[in-house]
């Protein structure tokens, strides 16, 4: 049991969605161990109970369980009405997500809405949900995860890639938007780790060369590690964080190079 409950509350509370499992277990255990009060959030509640009596024993903290399918519209809103209206929210990690891996003409309509509803829309509406908040008090963070799929799409991934490009354009332009605000955004891009969503996915960790999965701890610590250093975007595997430089650079040179009004010359339609 941590001694220092009361001097530690002053953090406020983390939301972290998608906690039953995977990456956002181990940020609920990171964020409660720092001192963090959390309001946990997933479809599974025995499995935020259990992890909840685990948490508030171990670190002191209180932590709230909210059962809530994020893919339905009813409990998103009511998810999104109880961060609003929660002042001493002061962080929120929009971790969870759904994925299917198969080739885009064999993926069933109703997947495809699931990986739009749960990985697109519940983190636009959660992020706007705390950050009048955030934005009133000039402080609080705010964690999207998105993958490396987020800009790269592999066969099966097409419709998965699409929803995970949202969440990093998204998180970009918040970053951009608020960056006089106090408020702080970070958008952490995991590449393949060993958690259930490759069940999910219909495929089975086991396609992966073992030699390029991370574990969660690692993940999420790096993470964490990469908000500490004040890093906005963090891709926990990637060794040379400039690669990550360049390509927002020509991102950022490529809509530069389309403010020009006329059409480019190479369609030979010069006047
Ligand atoms: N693992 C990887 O290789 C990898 C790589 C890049 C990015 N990511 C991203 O990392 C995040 C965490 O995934 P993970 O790998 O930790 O997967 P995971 O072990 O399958 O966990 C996913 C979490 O999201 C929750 N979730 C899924 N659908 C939900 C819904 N409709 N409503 C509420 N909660 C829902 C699940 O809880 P319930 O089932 O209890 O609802 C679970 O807690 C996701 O956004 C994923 O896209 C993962």
Not at 172 to 189: C, F, K, N, P, T
């Amino acid at each position: 049991m941590s001694s220092g409950t009361n001097d530690l509350s002053s953090l406020g509370i983390a939301v972290v969605t998608g906690a039953s499992a995977g990456l956002g277990k181990v940020y609920a255990d990171r964020l409660a161990k720092r001192g963090f009060d959390l309001i946990l959030v997933a479809r599974r509640k025995e499995r935020l109970d259990e992890l909840s009596q685990r948490l508030q024993q171990s670190y002191g903290i209180k932590a709230e369980v909210v059962a809530a399918d994020l893919g339905e519209a009813g409990d998103l809103r009511r998810v999104s009405d109880l961060i609003a209206s929660n002042e001493r929210i002061t962080m929120l990690v929009n971790n969870a997500g759904t994925c299917t891996f198969k080739s885009s003409i064999d993926l069933p309509g109703d997947r495809v809405q699931e990986m739009l509803d749960v990985n697109e829309k519940s983190v636009i509406h959660l992020s706007l949900a705390v950050l009048p908040n955030f934005v009133k008090r000039g402080s609080g963070t705010l964690v999207n995860v998105g993958s490396v799929l987020s800009y790269y799409a592999i066969p099966i991934s097409t419709a998965y890639s699409a929803t995970k490009a949202n969440v990093m354009l998204f998180t970009i332009g918040l970053r951009d938007e608020l960056a006089a605000s106090g408020v702080r955004v970070q958008l952490v891009l995991p590449a393949s780790t060993d958690t259930e969503i490759w069940d999910v996915a219909g495929v089975g960790i086991g396609i992966l060369d073992p030699e390029t999965v991370m574990t969660a701890e690692d993940c999420v610590d790096a993470a964490l590690a990469g908000l500490d250093s004040g890093e906005t975007v963090t891709l926990p595997s990637v060794e040379d964080a400039s690669l990550w430089e360049a390509f927002d650079a020509a991102r950022i040179k490529l809509f530069q190079g389309s403010q020009t009004k006329k059409p480019a010359s190479r369609y030979g339609l010069a006047k």
